[in-house]
């Protein structure tokens, strides 16, 4: 992590939706995961910063709902 927050890159479908989610704790369902963002999908990559995170490990997931 850098000084400001995690950085994350994705794509997908031109179109669809996404929603990128994060949690501290793997074992939870992704419906209790928390919703950082969302959004749909243009023509190139996406680029999300989390710069809210103080958790010595968190995991992400894009999803598409």
Do not use: H
């Amino acid at each position: 992590m850098g000084p400001e927050g995690w950085l994350l890159s994705f794509s997908g479908q031109a179109g669809q939706n996404y929603k990128v989610l994060a949690t501290d704790d793997l074992a939870l369902p992704l419906n209790e995961w928390t919703v950082l963002t969302n959004g749909t999908f243009g023509s190139g990559a996406v680029t999300f910063m989390d710069s809210s995170t103080n958790l010595p490990a968190q995991f992400y997931r894009i999803v598409s709902p």
